[in-house]
């Protein structure tokens, strides 16, 4: 059974960091691309970004482009996202995704919330 | 970036009803449209991909068709579980963008 658990979500003060993690098991994590997929709250899906199988390819969105980094440690089955210079826009529910162009499998999600 | 626009924003009907979800894209993607299905505090679950292709274990009375720009979800003889949001998701070209979704209400 595939399964995506997020951890690392929390309150952090704009300007600051945040590192999501997302425990992948049930497959071969190693042969699919990832992505984060974030929802604010009582709004619509937006995706956020997308890392190849192996890493050497990723995608972001404008907004998130030079702050958010995407990457994945295959030998550890988990998938990452670094966020830097957090702003209020940034508050929403991240979800790991398993991508087969479409986003297949979905975690549980992991709320961050940034405000002072 | 393609913009994808979804109708209507919400739907009422009533058990054993057939409704239509639309979604309209800004150009042509190919048939690479995927539909979500999201309960309250819930992740979101596929229901089909390739526009047309019904993901394993979902019930067959969910179906997709369209081509082109132009897109929908059928959901035959509603069931009281059906009450979600329903979202689209064109995977053609990066930035990948979602529908705006669809809010279905039972009666």
């Known amino acids: 059974e595939v399964q995506l658990v997020e951890s690392g979500g929390g309150l952090v003060q704009p300007g600051r960091s945040m590192k999501l993690s997302c425990a992948a098991s049930?497959?071969?994590?190693?042969?699919?691309?990832m992505a984060w997929v974030r929802q604010a709250p009582t709004k619509g899906l937006e995706w956020v970004a997308t890392i190849s199988y192996d890493g050497s390819s990723t995608y972001y969105r404008d907004s998130v482009k030079g702050r958010f980094t995407i990457s994945r440690d295959n030998a550890k089955s988990t998938l990452y996202l670094q966020m830097n210079s957090l702003r209020s826009e940034d508050t929403a529910t991240y979800y790991c995704t398993r991508v087969r162009r479409y986003f297949d499998y979905w975690g549980q999600g992991v709320m961050v919330t940034v405000s002072s | 970036d393609i913009q994808m626009t979804q109708s209507p924003a919400s739907l009422s009907a009533s058990l054993g009803e057939t409704v239509s979800i639309e979604c309209l894209a800004s150009?042509?993607?190919?048939?690479?449209l995927a539909w979500y299905q999201q309960k309250p505090g819930k992740s979101p679950q596929l229901l089909i991909y390739?526009?047309?292709s019904l993901q394993d274990g979902v019930p067959s009375r969910f179906s997709g068709s369209g081509s082109g720009t132009q897109y929908s979800l059928k959901i035959n003889s509603l069931e009281s579980e059906d009450a979600a949001t329903y979202f689209c998701l064109q995977d053609s070209e990066y930035p990948r963008t979602f529908g705006g979704g669809t809010k279905l209400e039972l009666k």
């Open positions: 049930g497959f071969t994590f190693s042969n699919y691309g």
């Open positions: 390739y526009a047309s």
């Open positions: 150009e042509d993607i190919y048939n690479n």
